[in-house]
């Protein structure tokens, strides 16, 4: 449709667009390639937005773990015109793992709404599990106390989710395993399910097929309450006292893009993620909505980066 066209159309029909995008796309940056859960709700919430914000292009730059398209944000013109996804990677891992970074996590971005939290999953391959009689968490802490450095886990990476998840885990309950990295998220469920690596944190919505197949055992969650989508399993909270970490992404603009700009890309996404059709397609994903304010994901984007920093430094990982 040709740009004069859209804006006509928004017209007809009682819309009305911001003045500083009218007949001006939006264009949002995933950092990541495509395909991805993240790469996959941004689209949907793009088509979303279309009616209130006129039209969102996702524009995919990934590379140095997310730091490159987010890097693209936080140097990009305040006009609300370009905004993007600020994920547990790139604004509470990286900045610890990462010996220079390329932008401040704190201060370079505006906050507009934290979008979405997804469980990560303690999985275990089935067989190895049911050799070890292995059926809980709790007996996963006894077997690793009863045998010392015998077990081992598989991650996409140091300084992965998985691999920091790992290493909270040891520290939290008292024990030891091998970490075996992997170069991605696949490659390191491939090595659980054929039986290299004795157990992986993994996000939910990558697992939750091989779960219901039968091939993995899932021994908890590590979000604080069970996951709405896979009730019958357990959080770590519950074996684990006060143990807790999980996947999220939101949406940011550049630090000084005006409050009113970003009010009303929060209005609109906000909105649009609590549409039913935006929470059941996010529910196919094993993904919760979020939803909040500017503040409130400000907030909340502080105290997990402040958080991983023990977590990263505890475990060792450092990309120089």
């Known amino acids: 449709m040709q740009r004069r066209d ?26 990541y390639a495509p395909g991805g859960p993240i790469d996959v709700t941004a689209r949907a919430l793009a088509e979303r937005v279309k009616d209130s914000l006129g039209t969102v292009i ?3 730059r990934p ?18 015109l370009t ?3 600020a994920a547990t990677a790139t604004h509470a891992i990286n900045p610890w793992l990462f010996a220079k970074m390329p932008f401040d996590a704190s201060r370079d971005f505006a906050p507009i709404t934290q979008m979405l939290r997804v469980p990560n999953v303690l999985v275990m391959n ?13 007996d996963l802490v006894a077997y690793a106390k009863a045998n ?21 885990f040891k520290r939290a309950a008292g024990v030891f395993a091998v970490h075996i990295p992997y170069n991605g998220g696949n490659p390191a469920q491939l090595a659980l399910l054929s039986g290299q690596v004795d157990f992986n944190f993994d996000n939910l919505a990558t697992a939750a097929a091989n779960i219901r197949a039968g091939k993995l055992k899932a ?47 929060n209005k609109a996404f906000v909105a649009a993620l609590q549409t039913p059709e935006t929470q059941s397609r996010f529910a196919q994903l094993l993904a919760e909505p979020v939803g909040n304010t500017p503040e409130q994901f400000g907030g909340f984007m502080k105290k997990e980066l402040a958080r991983y920093e023990s977590v990263v430094k505890a475990s060792g990982a450092r990309v120089d």
């Not at 067989?127 to 968490?137: D, F, V």
Request: contains cysteine; glycine residues 12%; proline residues 7%.
């Open 219 to 265: 021994l908890a969650v590590t979000t604080s309450q069970r996951s709405k989508a896979l009730p019958d399993i357990p959080a770590m909270s519950e074996t684990l006292r006060d143990f807790e970490i999980d996947t999220w992404w939101g949406l940011v603009a550049p630090a000084a893009t005006p409050r009113d700009v970003v009010e009303r890309l």
């Open 6 to 31: 859209f804006c006509f159309s928004a017209l007809a029909t009682g819309l009305s667009l911001p003045t500083w995008a009218q007949g001006r796309p939006i264009r949002l940056i995933v950092p």
């Open 148 to 168: 010392p450095a015998k077990l081992n886990f598989g991650s996409g990476g140091n300084g992965s989710a998985g691999h920091l998840a790992g290493e909270m």
């Open 83 to 85: 905004i993007g996804i």
């Open 126 to 138: 089935a067989e190895t599990a049911e050799r070890l009689k292995i059926q809980s968490l709790a």
């Open 63 to 80: 590379g140095a773990g997310g730091n490159l398209g987010a890097d693209l944000v936080a140097k990009a013109a305040p006009d609300g």
């Open 58 to 60: 996702i524009e995919n």
